[in-house]
């Protein structure tokens, strides 16, 4: 491959997971610590970084065709590089298919991006999938800027092994970063605008460290650190497993006001025999004893869940479960994916695979029944008084977006700036967001 010129500019492009978004923003930084300059809306960067989710089959696809089209009119392509869990995953394969890909870098090796791009200057493609057993993190940058709400991973792969997930493979097993870093980047956080920190992680609710006194702590114990900082107003954390979902951190939801009652705690199915073919290892009876004991420290806290259709031999009967369990737990939002086969897990080469179109009839019959819950829950919201955190302008003149403590979007016309927490009243819902009126406009 010839050399190339070093690239100027740079666009990070991330699919999949909010952990995506937070490496993707991570490399972003690297880049620009780098030298190199963030392409604006439009412009055609020099170095396009895919920073891919492997989760399922069509996301995959989704990466070949934006290769494809990352080629110029006059023939030219800016240097491409593909990270996250594809890259991971199928990173040789990218390499023999794709030509115009220069750099290939799993989700643990990105701090090596600049060295690679060096590389890929030299004219020498790479590829780095390595998983070491130092922290990445301790090789990045320091945190310059942050919108009012964002993202901190805290831990990051997991040991469940859920027989649909490539997960395990892509992410490799469970680690926790420590909690002195992970104050010190909260702080930075805060110090650059975040009014809000969701504390992430692929199992987020397993993560253990030992705080400043020596002692081992649970996520509680960060929460209760983190809700320390002054200038922090909102705490948030996803994605948590039912099993990891201990009595320190259902305490913690009553005891932290800076806690917001929301919890993402995905069930997947609502049969107990699909449950045990996908190794939850957990019972429909155990996930609603468990919200029981959420609901009962914290009874105004909104659900969230993730749910798999068609997961293979799921029969219309244990469907109908999960759509039951769904209308009964009343669910302020879910995520529903069509089970998608992935390569070197147990229930790809499992009997009685789900036809295409029995899929597509079930996910819709569940996002109906989701679509119930989540509007149901809005407009059950109507007439509350809450306080709206305020992240970017609307559409009209005057208008303003945020969210609500239970992760509801919100707008409404008056005087704010991104970052305030404005006292709102809830006056209308809609299925997918609510308006809202500014107490100080009303008492006006
Ligand atoms: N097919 C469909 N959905 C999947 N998920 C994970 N693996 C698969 C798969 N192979 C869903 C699960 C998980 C969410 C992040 O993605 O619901 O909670
Ligand atoms: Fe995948 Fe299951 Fe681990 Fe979640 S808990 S990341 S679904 S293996």
Redesign the pocket.
Known sequence: MPSAPPPQTFRVKSFG?QMNVYDGERMGELLSETGLTAAAEGQDADLVVLNTCH??EKAVDRVYSDIGRLKRRDGTAPLIAVAGCVAQAEGEEIMARAPSVKMVIGPQAYHRLPAMLAEAVAGRRSVDTDMPADSKFAALPARRRSGASAFLTVQEGCDKF?T????PYTRGAEVSRPFGDLVAEAERLVEGGAREITLLGQNVNAWTGEDTKGRTVGLEGLIRALAALPDLVRIRYT?SHPNDMTDGLIAAHAEIDKLMPFLHL?V?SGSDRVLQAMNRSHTVESYLKLLDRVRAVRPDIALSG???VGFPGETEAEFAETVALIDMVGYALA????????PG?P?ATMDGQIAPEVMDERLQRLQAAVGRGQFAFNRASVGHRCAVLVERKGKLPGQWLGKTPWLQSAHFIGNAAIGDIVEVELVDAGPNSLSALPLAAIAA
């Open positions: 997971c989760i399922r859920c649909y997930c490539v997960v994605t995905p997947q993730d749910f798999i995520f529903s994916f069509k089970y998608s086969p992935r897990t229930a």
